[in-house]
């Protein structure tokens, strides 16, 4: 004779009510906090460069409403071009003579030298600065903090500090960022050797440090299965099934 069939467990309204409602935070949310920022900046960009263009060269002007993003795509144009202009013998020449008048200039040559040669370092096409994570022994041995590899030590610091009974291995600068603001932290030189090498993605080790480690580096099929797995639960909890009397026994 066939076994006992298992019962089904009667789901609630509250429960049932209470599921719907986080399933639509965990959607909601996320979007709705990404559109705001995305507004946020839009706004911010329209706000520095819509008034330094005339006033009668923009849309605006003429019609009854606004439209935003305007500025944003004037910057994007604006900088593709001061690229474009950059990288030909005119465009250099210029560019030069900007920067002979700024290095003349006290206090804003030190500023702008400094600020070029960050920006050159963060955005270069070849640059590999703050593009690996890896794994420190610190505050105290045996625990383990996310950095982000920096530049290998300059041959000035890395005499200085051979010369005080530093490692013989190459020397290499790590940024320690703090949870859970990243852009905030400790900088400082260690051996490479003492560096584990982490094979995750930069905005993986952020998101891992802006959480307090809540968020974990995961690859994108098992995320998409934990997604999938949600929602089944989801519509078993309020499909027919949940509302079935629990099937009887038979004799």
């Given at each position: 004779?066939?076994?006992?069939?298992?019962?089904?467990?009667?789901?609630?309204?509250r429960?049932?009510?209470?599921?719907?409602?986080?399933?639509?935070?965990?959607?909601?949310?996320?979007?709705?906090?990404?559109?705001?920022?995305?507004?946020?900046f839009?706004a911010l960009?329209d706000s520095?460069?819509k008034?330094?263009?005339?006033?009668?060269?923009?849309?605006?002007?003429?019609?009854?409403?606004?439209?935003?993003?305007?500025?944003?795509?004037?910057?994007?144009?604006?900088?593709?071009l001061?690229?474009?202009?950059?990288?030909?013998?005119v465009g250099?020449?210029?560019?030069?003579?900007?920067e002979?008048?700024?290095a003349?200039?006290?206090v804003?040559?030190?500023?702008y030298?400094?600020?070029?040669?960050?920006?050159?370092?963060?955005?270069?096409?070849?640059?590999?600065s703050?593009?690996?994570?890896?794994l420190?022994?610190?505050?105290v041995?045996?625990?383990?903090?996310v950095v982000?590899l920096?530049a290998?030590?300059?041959?000035?610091?890395e005499?200085?500090?051979?010369?005080?009974?530093?490692a013989?291995?190459?020397?290499?600068?790590?940024?320690l960022?703090?949870a859970p603001?990243?852009t905030?932290?400790f900088?400082?030189?260690?051996p490479?050797a003492d560096?584990?090498?982490?094979?995750?993605s930069v905005?993986?080790?952020?998101?891992?440090?802006?959480?307090a480690g809540?968020?974990?580096?995961?690859?994108?099929?098992?995320?998409?299965?934990?997604?999938?797995a949600?929602l089944?639960?989801v519509?078993?909890?309020?499909?027919p099934?949940a509302?079935?009397?629990?099937?009887?026994q038979?004799?």
């Open positions: 004779m066939p076994g006992p069939a298992t019962p089904k467990t009667r789901v609630s309204a429960g049932r009510l209470r599921t719907y409602f986080l399933t639509g935070v965990i959607v909601a949310g996320p979007l709705a906090i990404t559109a705001y920022i995305t507004w946020w839009i960009i520095f460069v008034p330094l263009v005339p006033a009668s060269y923009l849309p605006d002007h003429y019609l009854p409403f606004s439209i935003p993003g305007l500025g944003l795509v004037i910057a994007f144009l604006a900088v593709t001061l690229g474009f202009l950059t990288a030909n013998l250099r020449s210029v560019i030069e003579f900007g002979v008048l700024l003349r200039t006290p804003i040559s030190g500023l030298k400094g600020l070029r040669q960050i920006f050159e370092t963060l955005f270069s096409a070849n640059g590999t703050f593009r690996t994570v890896g420190v022994e610190f505050p041995k045996g625990t383990w903090s982000f920096s290998p030590a300059a041959p000035e610091v005499g200085a500090l051979r010369a005080h009974g530093a013989a291995d190459e020397m290499v600068g790590v940024f960022p703090c603001n990243p905030t932290g900088f400082f030189y260690l490479r560096v584990v090498e982490l094979h995750i905005d993986d080790a952020a998101k891992l440090v802006m959480s809540v968020i974990q580096p995961e690859d994108p099929q098992g995320r998409l299965q934990a997604m999938a949600s089944r639960a519509q078993q909890a309020g499909g099934a509302h079935r009397e629990p099937a009887p038979d004799a």
